[in-house]
């Protein structure tokens, strides 16, 4: 049976994160977007644990990001413990008389054991999986700014011949130019952008958030890239876009080939530029050139039940 816990005891247990997403700081940050949060352990267990928010009488991890999923002791958890604790899940869900629950887990980058366990178990116990979203991640280990197809350098080149230059910014009218960047890119593709500029300067006061630039021979942004380092060995690419009618010049190739070397250089083992996909529904263009960028592609997984 599971049951709630208060989030000293549960922080007893569980010290670290698997990702940034359900850590006590974004959590807190977020907190507010449900109508109440829960920190659930089994009662004779601790080895596995869930922190999700209530909204509209649906359980839901994340409640506010792009994947949220569970704690554990360690990622090598038996399989009937993992079973076990999705069980107890659906019977929580029972007692309380709620709707549902949804889990989205994270990519396999940050747990490519639990998640073939979890995504097994969840089926098993009668779970619904959404069609999975296509995410793709870079291997900075083995990055040695050779590329998956040589256009790629002839883009950065195209770039560099056209003035254009990309930057670490770190002022206030530089972000607010990387941020309108991808606003225009976001509304060109008829797609809605969730997080405002004062939202991702409020993520700045709990986890480093780098802003970037590529600006033209005038100096005008006309691409942008903002991350987060909230993980020891693994960046996040939050937002990327460029100025469209600009695209042939090479903007984002030389984004990312200078993204991938100033990370490589800090020490990051990988960098997770997200979802290629929209519910379900590949962009095929974004995938293609994400893999021309030396990128892996895989799977996000996000599995529902309703009594």
Known sequence: MLVEVLKEEYRRHFTTDPHMFISE??????QNKCDRMVRLMKEDDSSMGLIAGIKDDILKSPF??????????????????????ITDLKEYVNKKDLKGVSVTLPPDLYQANMNAKLINAFIRSGFTMAVPDICNWADLKNFD?????????QNCRKAVKHGLTWSLVTDMKSKEDAYEVIFRNREEQGRKIYMTLDDLLEMEHIVPVDFFLVRDSNGNGIGAGIFYRGHEKIVTGIFMGDDMEKRNLGIMNLMYKHCFYHYKDMGFDYIDLGTSSFEGEPNIGLIRFKELHNCITSLRYTFSWAP
């Open 25 to 30: 700081t974004f959590i807190g940050m977020v």
């Open 64 to 85: 506010s990001a792009p994947f949220g999923g569970f704690h554990y002791s360690h990622e090598h958890q038996f399989y009937y413990t993992i079973s076990n604790f």
């Open 145 to 153: 700014g050779k590329w998956a197809k040589y256009v790629v350098e």
